[in-house]
């Protein structure tokens, strides 16, 4: 029972006593009004309590940051006796509380919101709690809806005809090069070694640990032609930057698998992530709802995930790493991969930029450039698309 249906109750049976008092038979009926209305009205919200399941539509197609989303709720009670007034309340982290009045269709409750301007990412309600209250407001009650639906709002990526890379010693002009065998060796296990068999196969550990010559198995295993990495570092993040990184990360993505290209994705998260894709059919959905729910994280320093043997950078025959980050270990890391012919290219995102704060010399940006590394760099206000496709906004003076 609400505060006003308290009110009520109390008023009726305070009317009752001054007409038994002073004798006054007609107060009795406005008296019996006022004290079975909040408790009918009670009886009725009790009895519409109940188990109520949702549906949530969120438009039609995929939502894209920056856009409005239309979001219709449909509720369907359960009780046998049918909610005087539904109102659904959902609390979804980012996006606040919001209450939806909804309205009678039948056997459902139907009601309609826009969330205005949605950033990127996954929304799951954390809470959300249906409201039946009676036409007066004498009575309320509130149950936990159980819902699993989830929004996801897609960064915004831009079409790229060209890439930054594509101008340096590793560019392959947008072709897919078939001398170049996305496949490798792997060690798979060791053996006893057999008369007439290379001594390059030689495993010397197993050879050493046994006392006699042992040799590697190896088995050939495919290898991605490219590995596009996320550094998703949070001491980095300034404002909008990391969002930048992930329009830049899943733009360069798209360009390379609309190419036919074998791709991976690969998030330095926790734990990291790793979606491959060959195509722009179901694959590319999966790497682009990953990209959607990514969120900057206090973990490994990315240069640990591009050391890992066996991972999907290491992997690669080329390398693309998008951070805003760029450490003296990491610029190691990328030059050392560089001087081995192996493809490698880095897109530095300008964090402080973001916030008005000015850009200090680079150094690690000048060293990678003297290997032959190709950079793009990103600031607050540039071009996405002049940037990543290696127009001049790529290449402007790091001091």
């Known amino acids: 029972m609400t505060g006003r249906g308290k009110l009520t109750l109390a008023l009726g049976l305070l009317t009752y006593a001054v007409a038994w008092l002073f004798g006054a038979k007609v107060l009795y009926p406005a008296a019996t009004g006022l004290v079975l209305a909040p408790l009918a009205a009670r009886a009725w919200v009790r009895l519409a309590v109940g188990q109520i399941t949702i549906r949530r539509r969120a438009g039609r197609g995929a939502h894209v940051e920056g856009e409005d989303v239309w979001v219709t709720i449909e509720a369907k009670p359960s009780a046998p006796v049918p ?199 179901g694959d590319w959905l999966a790497a682009l709802q990953a990209l959607a729910a990514v969120e900057p994280v206090a973990g490994r320093p990315l240069v640990e995930l591009l050391a890992r043997e066996g991972g999907a950078a290491a992997r690669s025959l080329e390398l693309v790493v998008v951070t805003a980050r760029l450490t003296a270990a990491l610029s190691r890391k990328l030059a050392q991969r560089a001087q081995t012919s192996h493809g490698v290219s880095l897109v530095w995102v300008d964090s402080a930029s973001f916030v008005g704060r000015p850009t200090g010399v680079e150094p690690e940006l000048l060293r990678l450039q003297a290997v032959g590394v190709p950079i793009a760099v990103v600031r607050a206000g540039d071009d996405l698309r002049a940037a990543l496709g290696g127009g001049a906004t790529a290449r402007r003076d790091h001091g």
């Open 83 to 281: 909610p005087p007034s539904l109102e659904i309340r959902e609390e979804m982290l980012r996006l606040g509380s919001r209450s939806t009045p909804l309205r009678r269709d039948g056997r459902f409750h139907r009601g309609t919101y826009v969330l205005e301007r949605v950033p990127r990412g996954r929304y799951v309600p954390e809470r959300t709690i249906a409201a039946i209250e009676d036409p007066f407001g004498l009575a309320r009650s509130e149950v936990d809806v159980v819902d699993g639906g989830a929004l996801v709002v897609y960064p915004r990526l831009v079409e790229l005809t060209g890439l930054f890379s594509e101008s340096g010693a590793h560019a392959q002009d947008g072709r897919r090069l078939l001398l170049r065998r996305p496949s490798g060796f792997d060690l798979h296990s060791v053996r006893e070694y057999e008369q007439g068999e290379s001594l390059r196969k030689v495993h010397w550990a197993s050879t050493a640990r046994r006392g006699q010559l042992m040799v590697k198995e190896l088995e050939d295993s495919p290898r991605d032609e490219i590995a596009v990495v996320l550094d998703t570092d949070v001491t980095a993040v300034a404002g909008e930057s990391f969002d930048v990184q992930v329009r830049a990360a899943g733009s360069i993505l798209r360009t390379h698998a609309a190419r036919g290209r074998r791709c991976v994705l690969a998030v330095n998260g926790s734990p990291p992530v790793h979606v491959p894709v060959a195509s722009l059919e």
